[in-house]
């Protein structure tokens, strides 16, 4: 199970990497990749946690996505590592937030904004 934070990274589309001596374009499905965490630091906000998914390719090696969430419950960055060969086309990467952190139900999640914020405001 991984180990997170408030978020857990998604994977949507496909990448397409080319091959830096042969030119061959080869196509990785979303599905291939596996997410955990790997790392992260204490921060001057709180907690840092990165998110790593490699996959190892027959022809290109090792492939590496990672993304950063900082502080709790941002996505801060991602990171892509091909080694030589060429990015043509990423997945499309980020962070969703989870419904449930340390046992309990994330009340955020499913939050609806009120019909009148300004109304109850006022009555405050």
């Given at each position: ?54 996959v190892e390719h ?9 993304l950063w969430e900082y502080p ?53």
């Amino acid at each position: 199970m991984l180990r997170r934070g408030i978020m857990e990274p998604y994977t949507t589309g496909t990448a397409e990497i080319r091959h830096a001596t042969t030119g061959v374009v080869y196509e990785i499905e979303a599905d291939e990749l596996e997410w955990e965490q790997n790392g992260g630091d204490e921060r001057g906000m709180g907690p840092e946690y990165r998110y790593e998914a490699v996959v190892e390719h027959p022809q290109l090696g090792t492939l590496t996505w990672a993304l950063w969430e900082y502080p709790a419950g941002a996505y801060n960055r991602e990171d892509t590592d091909v080694g030589e060969h060429v990015i043509v086309t990423n997945f499309d990467l980020g962070l969703n937030h989870v419904r449930e952190y340390d046992g309990e139900d994330d009340l955020w999640v499913d939050y609806g904004v009120p019909d009148d914020p300004f109304a109850i405001y006022k009555d405050s």
